[in-house]
């Protein structure tokens, strides 16, 4: 008696756990189909897109056999679907399956601590004169325009330390390290230092809706599309430092300085 009263138990839990599955892959799925078909060609986009219509592919028969077996399970006295002894195994199977997607995130989101992009996106033009950056060189110069509509033209900060935030909404390590990055900024800010955030060309709508929820004050601009290649930026988030003269000090590094390195640029 006790082991039938288990099995019911275990079957309407069972039965909730896969409903809470349908209505979460039913909504995966219609946000994500749009972006799987999006234009765009560049390695990682196309990557992920992959990944992503793979993993829609996978939701599909998911929403199917586990719809089918929540009525199975939930609703036992309509009797349908009852006929279909293996509808529950079967079910099950696409249970798990859904249950080890958020590994995917974690592997290409947060797995090496930062996002690899696209190479032929992010790396200096392939022409006789450009060479790799170098510790000592003059930063490459550029010009964005922030979320307060102020453009910042970087060989105009020279007497400044300048910090450089590669990022993306869309890197999971990014959104970790962002903390950081406002930390500093608010310390630094009024004693001689700059800090720049440049988001990445790729996926920049939802960028200004992120940074006012969260209240990120530090100036970031979008990258026009040549920044991150003109500092060979092959992963994000990526952080440079800039001394007061204009020269690249550190970097490039997937983890944001600490503050003792700042303090120490701006007493030079």
Known sequence: MKKTSAIKVLKILLGIYQA?????????????????????????????????????????????????????????AHKIFSKWKSLTQISIVFTVLWTLLPVYWLILQTGSGH????????????????????????????SVKDQFGKTILLSELRGKVVFLDFWGVWCGPCRKKLPHTQRIYDKFKDK?????????????????????????????GIDPGHIAKDYAVTGWPTYYLIDKEGQL??????????EKQVESLLKD
């Open 20 to 76: 809470i599955i349908v209505v979460l892959s039913i909504i995966y799925v219609v946000m994500t189909l749009p972006y799987v078909f999006e234009s765009g060609s560049d390695i990682f986009t196309s990557f992920t897109r992959v990944i992503a219509f793979l993993v829609v592919l996978i939701l599909g028969p998911t929403i199917v056999f586990c719809s089918f077996n929540v009525i199975k399970l939930l609703l036992p």
């Open 192 to 220: 001689g230092l700059v800090v720049i955030g440049i988001h990445s060309a790729f996926r920049n709508e939802k960028t200004a809706d992120f940074i006012a929820e969260h209240n990120y004050t530090f100036p970031t």
């Open 115 to 142: 996002c690899q992009t696209s190479v032929a996106k992010t790396r200096p033009r392939a022409t006789p004169n450009v060479s790799p950056l170098q510790i000592g060189q003059i930063a490459p110069d550029f």
């Open 249 to 258: 000090v550190w970097g490039p590094k997937h983890s944001p300085p600490s």
